[in-house]
């Protein structure tokens, strides 16, 4: 395929194929599948920024809002030199399945600037970012639009963006005499705790994966968590949250990684030790931890384990290590770590795949965690978030299961069977 949003709508061609004796009306189901296939709109500009030498730049932004017929759209705002529209509009439909799959109340967005940031000072950054909030202020808000953060886009990031949709609020008043009536800040989810952001929020998509584990190791009939051997690629904020949970459950971490490789122990090993290894300022791969032999990013795929979970990069499963891949079951905490191509020969080869828009749909759950306590102005403890996300991470795996069994196909179509039908549905309510 081409580009992502083809992915998105041959996928969606897939799903509907299955869906469609289900519907006594085809009709109306395809009138359905057809406005699903494109975004609701796609709000695109250049934004202006004056940059420290005093010059002024414009930057290609867009807003894709893709379906909002279970809830406000939701999705996160990427700054990155390869941003295009086809890959924000996939981006947005995902989103509308991943909120459809964890039933939480929204429909799906993505925004993205063309930049790369590591080319800006933190002056000019903060005001891209405020440009940004600028532009897609009067298409967002906590009953319409909700953004949040994506690749390269900070909780800070969300602060500024926040007191910018501020600001434009008050000017609007100023304008009109007329009192500005939404929240603004359950406009923007992601932000720093002291302005308004979840307690739990940083290790929630980590453990919600984790949550996922425990369902699949009872699906798969793995009994004893010391038995089941984990492998973990990457160790930022979600393989890290992700192996810590899994280790404190009693699961067998045996491999870890980070972009200058990792390391294999066999017996097991703890992932808050390696983490304070890390801190010290040396790559995994020089932790001094016993029992342990160096393996490189790729071996660590190919590790004989239970469980595998590529939480770095996307695009690491591939047709040419598909077949070496020795584990049971994968975990895709990563977006979109597993090409199309080697799906299938996964499948062949009987081995699990929990997509991404299920597995790492804990974070998107907590940033809906946020939004209610910004609506209710009452603020939750860590316990209370992290308690919530468990039922609706282990619903939303167990509802997958059943579709799985039921039409018997892979995880990863159950989800999409699953995630596209809730939206069908409501959408044929409102229609
Ligand atoms: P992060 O930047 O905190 O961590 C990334 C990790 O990957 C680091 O440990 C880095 O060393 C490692 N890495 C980089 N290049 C690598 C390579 N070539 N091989 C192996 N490891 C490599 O990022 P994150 O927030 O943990 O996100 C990881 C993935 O999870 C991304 O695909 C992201 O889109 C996805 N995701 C994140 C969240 C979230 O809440 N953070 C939510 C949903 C999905």
Redesign the pocket.
């Known amino acids: 395929m081409s580009n992502p949003h083809q992915n998105a709508v041959a996928q969606l061609e897939q799903v509907a194929a299955l869906l469609r004796p289900e519907y006594s009306d085809a009709a109306r189901f395809d009138a359905a599948i057809e406005q699903l296939k494109e975004p609701d709109r796609v709000i695109e500009g250049m934004i202006s920024v004056v940059m420290d030498d005093g010059s002024t730049k414009e930057f290609q932004a867009y807003r894709s809002q893709h379906n909002n017929a279970r809830g406000p759209y939701k999705g996160g705002i990427r700054f990155h030199p390869d941003v295009t529209k086809d890959e924000v509009k996939a981006l947005s439909t995902w989103m509308t399945w991943k909120c459809s799959v964890t039933d939480i109340p929204y429909g799906g967005g993505k925004g993205g600037v063309v930049v790369n940031p590591t080319e800006l000072s933190p002056a000019e950054l903060q005001r891209l970012s405020r440009a940004y909030a600028r532009f897609i202020a009067p298409h967002v808000g906590p009953w319409v639009d909700i953004p949040a953060p ?2 390269n886009t900070t909780p800070e990031i969300m602060a500024w963006m926040v007191d910018e949709y501020e600001q434009v609020a008050r000017e609007w008043s100023q304008q009109t005499g007329m009192t500005f009536q939404e929240n603004p800040r359950a406009t923007f989810t992601g932000k720093p705790v002291v302005f308004g952001g979840s307690q739990g ?2 290790e ?3 453990l919600g994966g984790v949550y996922v584990l425990q369902e699949l190791a009872k699906a798969l009939a793995l009994h004893d968590p010391s038995e089941v051997t984990v492998a973990v ?8 949250w992700f192996a810590y949970h899994a280790h404190q459950l009693g699961y067998r971490v045996v491999a870890v ?6 390391i294999y122990v066999p017996e097991g090993l703890d992932p808050a030790a390696v983490l304070a290894c890390k801190k010290s300022g040396k790559p995994i791969s020089e932790c001094d931890v016993p029992g342990s032999t160096i393996v490189s ?1 790729s071996d ?1 795929l190919e590790l004989d384990v239970a469980i595998l979970v590529p ?4 695009n ?1 499963i591939t047709k040419e290590n598909a077949s070496k891949i020795k584990a049971k079951a994968i975990i895709e ?5 597993v090409i199309p191509e080697a799906d299938s020969i996964l499948e062949e080869r009987g081995i699990v795949s929990i997509p ?1 828009v299920l597995a ?5 759950t907590t940033s809906y965690f946020e939004w209610v306590q910004n609506l209710q102005g009452y603020y939750w403890t860590r316990d209370e978030v992290l308690a919530k996300l468990q039922p609706l991470m282990t619903s939303s795996f167990q509802t997958m299961w059943q579709m799985k069994e039921k039409q018997n196909v892979s995880p990863r179509m159950a989800t999409y069977l699953s995630a596209v039908k809730k939206v069908i549905d409501v959408m044929l309510l409102r229609s």
């Open positions: 994506d690749v929020r940083g929630a998509t980590g690629q990457g160790f930022g904020n979600v393989g890290y990684s980070d972009s200058r490789g990792g990013n660590l939480s770095a990069l996307e690491v905490m990563a977006n979109g770590p991404d790492n749909a804990g974070g998107v």
